[in-house]
DNA sequence: GAACCGTGGAT
DNA sequence: TATCCAAGGTT
């Protein structure tokens, strides 16, 4: 039967050719939880230094309960997707606090908690509590589309339950979590998205992709992302030896970060920038725009981010009233340092005022 | 159900 | 350079 031999191959294989990887050492439910928000749309090798140091500073879940928000989004700071820091510090408090330190064990109670979803969810009560669900990801979809030859569009929801529903019935149910992990390692190492090893593949004998060198259509995924350009026009306000800074809110990329004061213009910078109130206040003092940075390129998944940066130093008279309601603090370099930042401004500081607004 | 949310590496 | 996409989740 084409799925006894899926499971039988796959497992052998995975015996001789799993990949060694830290949160494999010991599992236990915190560290496999970690492990899998780090792991979310991210590579093992962007995530890997993160597990390190986020087990290092948190050792158990309540010591990232008891920490301050503050701390654990500038641990994450660098990894994207920032509602996953946010959720994960969310999710440790419910664990830490109302559930007596303690994970749930099932794949339903899992998914009740934040930022565990479907896939996070199987993937923990499979590795950690030995549940035969199958954990649905990218690689998954990619393995099992080429392998059964399966067309339908995985960026659809309804994709999801078929390829659930196929999963169930070929998990091997003595050693789920096993059996997830190898569908990984194989989607990883060796199924991959482009130029897949066929060569080497241990289910090359049944896979219908190969037979019908269909493996680059497969999976099929129809949706196309629109990217938008955007001009943010940075505006640095100094006053000494400190500098303004406000926390991003909800609605908008980074939440929860920091950056600068922010014009943003439809255009590449011009004199719209003259209509900024608080700008405007700040020449009346007398205060002028001292220099402006190159144009800084940054490219989010739905953004093309295009920023210039100007420094304009403040006279201290009067200074409070015109930035009162718009978010800004003055902070000193070494407060800086310490604040969750985006790539952007981490960029901008590091790079180009390196030496002169932040002590190297 | 579709859009949104980051960053970096590979091709 | 442009595109894809990587152990997805939330709204």
């Not at 439910?29 to 590579?43: D, H, V």
């Not at 500038?74 to 994207?80: A, I, S």
């Not at 990984?184 to 190492?189: K, P």
Request: charged share 25%; proline share 5%; hydrophobic share 40%.
């Amino acid at each position: 039967m084409e799925e006894s031999i899926f499971r039988s191959e796959l497992m052998e294989w995975y015996q001789t050719s799993q990949r060694s990887l830290p949160w494999r050492e010991a599992p236990n439910a915190y560290s496999c939880w970690l492990s899998e928000i780090i792991l979310q749309q991210t590579r093992v090798a962007q995530g890997a230094p993160y597990y390190a140091r986020f087990l290092e500073t948190y050792p158990t879940v309540q010591d990232l309960a008891d920490a301050p928000e503050e701390e654990v989004m500038r641990l994450w700071q660098g990894l994207g997707y920032y509602s996953r820091a946010r959720n994960l510090h969310k999710c440790a408090k419910t664990v830490s606090h109302e559930m007596n330190n303690t994970f749930p064990s099932t794949y339903a109670g899992l998914q009740k908690l934040p930022g565990i979803g479907k896939y996070t969810a199987a993937a923990i009560a499979s590795i950690v509590f030995n549940e035969a669900v199958p954990a649905v990801d990218g690689n998954m979809y990619r393995v099992f589309a080429r392998y059964f030859g399966i067309q339908t569009d995985i960026a659809s929801p309804k994709a999801f339950k078929e390829f659930f529903e196929l999963g169930a019935t070929i998990i091997d149910s003595g050693k789920p979590g096993d059996f997830n992990q190898a569908v990984m390692d194989l989607g990883a190492t060796v199924c991959t998205p482009k130029k897949p090893l066929c060569d080497t593949c241990p289910l090359a004998s049944g896979c219908h992709a190969l037979a019908k060198g269909s493996q680059g259509d497969l999976p099929v995924k129809k949706k196309k992302i629109k990217v938008r350009e955007r001009h943010l026009n940075y505006i640095v306000i100094r006053n000494g030896d400190k500098t303004f800074m406000r926390k991003r809110e909800a609605g908008d990329v980074w939440q929860d970060l920091y950056d600068f004061h922010l014009i943003e213009t439809e255009k590449p910078t011009d004199f719209d920038l003259l209509t900024d109130t608080v700008l405007e206040s700040l020449i009346k003092t007398g205060a002028s725009l001292a220099d402006s940075s190159p144009t800084f390129k940054h490219v989010l998944s739905h953004q093309r981010l295009f920023a210039r940066f100007y420094i304009i130093e403040a006279q201290g008279s009067g200074l409070d009233e015109i930035l009162q309601n718009t978010g800004l603090k003055a902070y000193t370099d070494q407060e800086i340092e310490s604040l969750a930042k985006p790539i952007l401004i981490e960029n901008y500081l590091k790079k180009y005022l390196d030496g002169r607004l932040l002590l190297a």
